[in-house]
């Protein structure tokens, strides 16, 4: 039972580690944008990177070109659930056989849709095909609530069975054993670490407890995700901006939520200073609520998005440069540099996870915060370390 | 901006905020409670075990000093006993040298005693003897006188030779 469950944590994470940073290569080399043969010049390595970057209708791993001449694409399609003008509608992405130019039109509940650069628009009632207007924007169709397990949601769905898995299995250890085994032993020190290194001292010894579920899963869901974004699979999970904001207003919300008496008086009738200021200071702090979980969700977008851009833009140099230093060196160069980029990013992986955590308990901390500077007493007359103190101490 | 807002999935949001939530609760039901609660419950045994160890530290240091102090103890007994052995031997000796030389004093005033009577006894003897022979003499020669006076005197000399004082 042991020798079986042990390979196949240790395959989960070899995986995650390697495959991003070799596999990456092979995938992004062999595909291309949209069916429509290799990817061989700027412009469809940009549309390529972009197409990547988006949410997807379908997982689509590679496709190549078949002895008959065809092309063949390799990969499964998701379902499409829509909220239409006449009710909730579902089929699956196959229905668009991989168009994404809205070419082809799916007619199901009454509506006409049509994927338009991996987004579904119903076209309005008589209309036969996409009209696309001068801002290129189309003219004669709106999007409909799109509820679609699209490659994003696959990938969340993934991620949280992962983390279910192997954190509901460290969980179940610790009824038969004080001391976790395998694989548990590795996750064991990051709990640890997030309780300690994050939510304590950034918290309060006293409060931290409350915030544990969110702030240890928010955490592992972003560096698990993350990871993922490294894997052949091409998942961008947290390069999608609806992924971060919903992200950011879990601790928006959370922080609200919390904030006790001292913190609303900072935010709309600061202590200890003049009226006047009192007053100025008002928009501003107020403002300062938004631009805090704002700088969360930008700063883990723009992150994501960059290292996903960098690495396929180097991967792409083995086509780029392929006039100037031949196949071999090309491939070479780039195998090389998005080698390099690649542990970057895993590095960055954690890294974002760890910020997006760190602040978020330390907004959290903020909001709970005793303020006054008198310090408490408990029944034994020790001081209570002030949450200000402890954050002291800690930077 | 513009192309933020049209890359912002609202369905996506939604699921991931459904998924996040459903996410958190599950996490916390079968994950993070039961680990935080170990976790928990093996530093406090930690603690514990630790306190339990100090404690016993403490009480082995607490032994050693009364091992160490009933070793004192006994020293210092050993001590006084030797002290008063010592002190008992030399009173001792300081006792019998009293007692030694009273009784030699004792003894060598009997035996001056004793000499002086002896003497005074062989004087009183010497005299009486002298006395006795003073007479004798005197008879004899009282005797001799009356025969020859010449061989009285010789007389008288040979009886003074005779008479020595023994």
Known sequence: MKITSLPIHFLAVISFLLCGTLLNAQEHSVAEANDEGPVNTQQEITDYTNHHLKDSHDFHLFSYQGSDGERHSFGFSLPVILWASNGPVAFMSSEFHHDIDGGVVVEKGGSRFVNLHDKIYELEDGAEEIVMGEDHHPVNAHKPFDLSITKSVFGILLVGLLLLFWFGSLGKQYKKKNIPTGFGRALEPLVIYVRDEIARPNIGEHKYRKYMSFLLTVFFFIWVSNLLGMTPFGFNITGQIAVTVCLALFTFFIVQFSGNKDYWKHIFWMPDVPVIMKIILIPIEVLGMLTKPFSLLIRLFANITAGHVVVMGLIALMITLKAQFGAVGSTGLSLVLTLFISVIEILVAFLQAFIFTMLSALFIGMAVAEHDHHHEHDEEGHEVDDVEDVRESFV | ?166
Request: proline letters at 1%.
């Open chain 2, 1 to 166: 901006m513009d192309q933020l807002l049209n890359d912002f999935s609202p369905g996506l949001f939604v699921m991931q905020a459904v998924i996040l939530i459903i996410l958190i609760l599950l996490m916390k039901k079968f994950a993070w409670k039961p680990i935080l609660s170990s976790l928990d419950e093996r530093e406090q045994g930690i603690q514990g075990a630790l306190e339990a160890a100090e404690k016993a530290r403490l009480e082995m240091k607490n032994l050693q000093a009364d091992n160490e102090k009933a070793l004192q103890e006994a020293r210092a007994e050993r001590d006084a006993m030797l002290k008063e052995a010592r002190e008992i031997r030399t009173k001792m000796i300081a006792e019998a040298e009293g007692d030694a030389k009273a009784q030699a004093d004792k003894i060598i005033t009997q035996a001056q005693e004793a000499i002086a009577a002896e003497k005074r006894a062989a004087v009183a003897e010497l005299k009486g003897q002298v006395a006795e022979l003073s007479l004798e003499i005197a008879e004899k020669v009282v005797k001799q006188e009356l025969s020859d006076k010449e061989k009285q005197q010789q007389y008288v000399d040979k009886m003074l030779q005779d008479a020595t004082l023994n």
